[in-house]
């Protein structure tokens, strides 16, 4: 039976036309939602509050936004209920600023925010960052007593933690009266994305002796927080203790597992725990193959990466943005550019990542002006994609290449174009740049005009150009600084060593050499991190 032979068989069941559009909002089935609006509209049914609020709710669930606007318009204004569904609507559906914009338009109509509305307000606060409308809400509703409802004490606390103000929330969520689990996951996922997961596991432990069980949300949240910190034990621990507390792990928590052990470079672990995964029959989604493809990528394993490509071919996450980006990052740093470049060619969509991780993959195996091509190219073709990232990639192609004025002229660019304040990182680029040059007074200029602590790559670039041009002075500052940051590294004072050699000061050579004795220092040998084939 086809949806509008449904409809007019059951033409005296308005249940079941709301359960219809529920139906199709939850699919997102837009042909027989339009099919079934058009049935409304000859019953006349459409015109009824519920039923509109519904269509705005069903419309906004596909995506189109201006058809449920245009149900909107249709309400009577003096209803003031249609605020209320088309601002959910919108919420709800992620069309967070939309949300926000009629909002506005609310409160210049003369209607006052409500407890029905609040909760969707402060959930678009927080996904677009908007804590000061979300704190002028707060203040509505601690005059209003509203902070005793459970709907909106939890959408404050999930606000004031997506806009990093976790101190506050925990403070929300202690002053609510019926504390329930979405406020606790809201506190919790605060927490973790801070870098506070020990504080999230005692909240969870406090909150578990009064009744409010963990769910599988509680435990993903706090496996993934230990693991982004690098507590591989805590995050091995609470995984195991989701079987003990009855809950069995899916394919989020294996994946948190993994990211965890690659972000902290313990690359067999992260394999080892792939494999386990998939004897527990959870098949791996595009977030896991991207978060494990960096491991390949780290040590230049490309017998595993082509391994987890074709895996990824056969379940088809291949074609995911993110799972290519990740295979291009790891085709390149294992030095096979025609297979990066190839992949990437065909994407028929990039984001930010693919475009840097095949500008960097150019850049440092020796293909610079075709770096540089492509930096040109991801410019022409979408400025808004180009972050701090894009010009560290072109900067070391400049630096490799030893094109001086081009980077000096990125760099500015860099700042006064595209808004993009320097990091450490793209100063040691620039020191680098001009070291190669030989113009080292310049780099030293730009060393100390720094805004912030230079770090051991800007010295080291420092020392390495100096030695080059045999520039003692420098060298020797570049040292002292190194030695500040690296006590224990024998590496730099060896450089010096070399450089008073090469100028024949054999005093200061033995001086070294005997600092370095009394200190115990030692080179450390030198590894490589690629996998033989």
């Known amino acids: 039976m086809t949806p509008i032979t449904q409809h007019r068989t059951f033409q005296s069941s308005p249940d079941l036309y709301t359960k ?22 000859t019953t006349g049914l459409a015109r009824l509050t519920h039923f509109a609020s519904k269509l705005i709710a069903l419309y906004a669930s596909c995506g189109q936004v201006s058809h449920a606007r245009n149900l909107f318009d249709d309400i009577p204004k003096t209803n003031i209920r249609r605020w209320f569904a088309l601002i959910g609507a919108y919420a709800r559906s992620g069309f967070y600023q939309q949300a926000m914009d009629v909002f506005s338009e609310m409160q210049r109509a003369g209607s006052r925010p409500n407890r029905i509305v609040i909760p969707s307000v402060l959930k678009a606060c927080g996904h677009l960052s908007d804590v000061k409308t979300g704190e002028k809400l707060h203040a509505v509703v601690l005059r209003h007593s509203f902070e005793f409802d459970a709907f909106i004490g939890s959408a404050l606390v999930d606000m004031y ?5 976790v101190e506050k929330a925990r403070r929300v969520f202690d002053m609510m009266v019926e504390k329930d689990l979405v406020a606790l996951n809201a506190v919790v996922s605060g927490f973790c994305q801070h870098g506070m997961a020990e504080e999230a596991l005692v909240l969870v432990e406090e909150m578990q002796l009064v009744g409010i069980k963990p769910n599988l949300i509680t435990w993903n949240t706090l496996v993934a927080g230990f693991s982004q910190k690098g507590d591989e034990a805590t995050a091995s621990r609470l995984f195991k203790l989701m079987r003990v507390n009855g809950i069995e792990p899916d394919v989020v928590s294996w994946t948190s597992v993994i990211s965890g052990f690659v972000k902290n470079f313990q690359n067999s672990k992260a394999f080892y725990t792939f494999k386990q995964m998939l004897d527990h029959g959870i098949c791996p989604t595009s977030a896991t193959i991207s978060s494990l493809l960096p491991a390949c990528a780290a040590v ?8 987890i490509h074709a895996y990824a071919l056969v379940t088809g996450v291949e074609a995911d943005v993110y799972v290519r980006s990740a295979l291009v990052d790891m085709y390149a740093k294992c030095g096979f550019i025609y297979e990066a470049k190839t992949l990437f060619c065909k994407m028929s969509e990039r984001n930010t990542v693919t475009w840097n991780s095949m500008i960097f993959g150019y850049a440092n195996h020796g293909y610079c002006t075709e770096a540089i091509e492509l930096f ?42 595209h808004g993009i304040m320097p990091r450490l990182e793209h100063y040691a680029c620039m020191v680098d740049l001009l070291g190669r040059a030989g113009n080292l007074t310049e780099a030293y200029d730009m060393i100390k005009a720094m805004p912030m602590e230079p770090d051991l790559f800007v010295w080291g670039a420092l020392l390495g ?21 690296e006590p224990e ?4 004072n060896l450089l010096l060593s070399s450089l008073y050699a090469d100028a024949g000061n054999w005093v200061n050579v033995a001086r070294l050499k005997k600092m370095m004795k009394k200190k115990k220092l030692r080179k450390l040998p030198g590894c490589s991190w690629m996998e033989a084939a």
């Open 376 to 417: 040109n190219k991801m410019k022409t073709e979408d400025n808004r994609k180009l972050d701090y990232l894009t010009f560290v990639a072109v900067l070391t192609a400049c630096c490799h290449a030893g094109m001086i004025e081009l980077g000096k002229s990125l760099f500015s660019s860099m700042q006064e174009e």
């Open 465 to 485: 150009a100096s030695r080059n041009y045999g520039n003692i002075e420098l060298a020797e500052i570049a040292a002292k600084h190194l030695s500040e940051l």
């Open 489 to 492: 590294s024998a590496g730099n």
């Open 300 to 307: 230049a394993n490309l017998r595993s990466g082509k391994e």
């Open 161 to 165: 933690s997506k806009n990093g103000r």
């Open 20 to 41: 219809l559009i529920g139906i199709y909002a939850r699919d997102r089935e837009l042909q027989p939602a339009r099919l079934l609006h058009a049935h409304l509209i």
